[in-house]
């Protein structure tokens, strides 16, 4: 079982930007894949952004062209770097490890405590 801990968030003007790192207790580059969720108060989980071992990335239409998602496997760690913040993007951020079968893209059970990200004036 991965254990992830989330770090980087705070309190930021919109415009700004924040990168959010992910360290993980064991290797990470033979997992399939790994994603950034967030959960604002009173909102569901949404999944912002993913990266397979692979490379490949899926954004939420809601931060594409902000955020950009990536890794350094010798590190174990994953990378959320966030642009030009808007205050709807204040939630807490979660990361998590992903599987993938029948076409379905479910997160593990288990999910740590996040890290805050507020962007206000």
């Known amino acids: 079982q991965v254990q992830l801990v989330e770090s980087g968030g705070g309190l930021v003007q919109p415009g700004g930007s924040l990168r959010l790192s992910c360290a993980a207790s064991?290797?990470?580059?033979?997992?399939?894949?790994m994603a950034w969720y967030r959960q604002a108060p009173g909102k569901q989980r949404e999944l912002v952004a993913a990266?397979?071992?692979?490379?490949?990335?899926n954004y939420a239409d809601s931060v594409k062209a902000r955020f950009t998602i990536s890794r350094d496997n010798a590190k174990n760690t994953l990378y959320l770097q966030m642009n030009s913040l808007k205050p709807e993007d204040t939630a807490v951020y979660y990361c998590?490890?992903?599987?993938?079968?029948?076409?379905?893209?479910?997160?593990?059970?288990?999910w740590g405590q996040g890290t805050q990200v507020t962007v206000s004036s």
């Open positions: 998590n490890t992903l599987s993938y079968s029948g076409n379905v893209v479910t997160p593990s059970d288990y």
């Open positions: 064991e290797s990470i580059a033979s997992i399939y894949a």
């Open positions: 990266l397979t071992k692979g490379g490949s990335t």
